[in-house]
């Protein structure tokens, strides 16, 4: 049960127990890009994983549809304070991208169609935690929201969640991507409200 505030009325309160510290709940689904939206056509698109001994894998449209996918129903939370909860999408988990490709990296470069990049902990990719989704309600993932396909790690600010994604880069050494050398934080718990670096 949710914690209920009298005199607020309204499918999604605000005393939700799954609501992480300092976010509000959105109701609509705010668009965030730092620039803007490319135009990115499945013809021709290309998404690969490479290692840091350059061990590649790469699947066209085509061909990432094919993989195994799942529907999962996660909460998501944008350091600009809006969460919203039980949003549904399907994807490919990242394990299965990573599939039998050997490697002892410890972090990801996230790389987007655009240039957008984030970094992560490659152990916070893995074990279910985080797909390429394209599917968001049921429909094709649209243009603004990152399609056709972005990265989904909803456990860490949506930030870490790249649009327009084409790409993981594993690594050995855990370089800053384009919000972090900006002064966010590295890791971007949202339950420590790790929004900038040094929180
Ligand atoms: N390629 C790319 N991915 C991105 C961003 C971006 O500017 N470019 N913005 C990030 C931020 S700050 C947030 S909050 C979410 C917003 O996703 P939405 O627009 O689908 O809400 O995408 C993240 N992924
Ligand atoms: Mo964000």
């Given amino acids: 049960m949710g914690v209920v505030t009298p005199g607020f009325t309204g499918r999604a309160r605000s005393g939700d127990p799954r609501l992480p510290p300092g976010q509000y709940l959105a109701q609509d689904f705010p668009v965030l890009s730092a620039g803007p939206t490319p135009r990115v056509r499945t013809e021709g698109w290309e998404f690969t994983v490479v290692t840091e001994s350059g061990e590649k894998r790469a699947w066209s449209w085509r061909e990432l549809l094919a993989l195994p996918s799942?529907?999962?129903?996660?909460?998501?939370h944008c350091v600009t304070q809006w969460s919203k909860l039980d949003t549904r999408w399907r994807?490919?988990?990242?394990?299965?991208?990573i599939g039998d490709l050997t490697t002892s990296a410890d972090y990801v470069m996230a790389r987007s169609y655009g240039g957008y990049?984030?970094?992560?902990?490659?152990a916070d990719l893995l074990d279910g935690q985080a797909w390429v989704a394209y599917e968001y309600n049921g429909k094709p993932l649209t243009p603004e929201h990152g399609g056709p396909a972005r990265l989904l790690v909803p456990h860490l600010y949506f930030w870490k969640s790249a649009?327009?994604?084409r790409g993981l880069q594993l690594t050995t050494k855990d370089?800053?991507?384009?919000?972090?050398?900006?002064?966010?934080h590295d890791y971007g718990d949202p339950w420590r409200e790790q929004r900038y670096q040094g929180d």
């Fill in 117 to 122: 990049t984030t970094n992560l902990p490659l």
């Fill in 70 to 76: 799942e529907k999962f129903t996660v909460d998501i």
């Fill in 163 to 165: 649009k327009w994604v």
């Fill in 91 to 97: 994807g490919v988990r990242v394990e299965t991208l």
């Fill in 175 to 184: 370089d800053p991507g384009f919000w972090e050398t900006a002064g966010y």
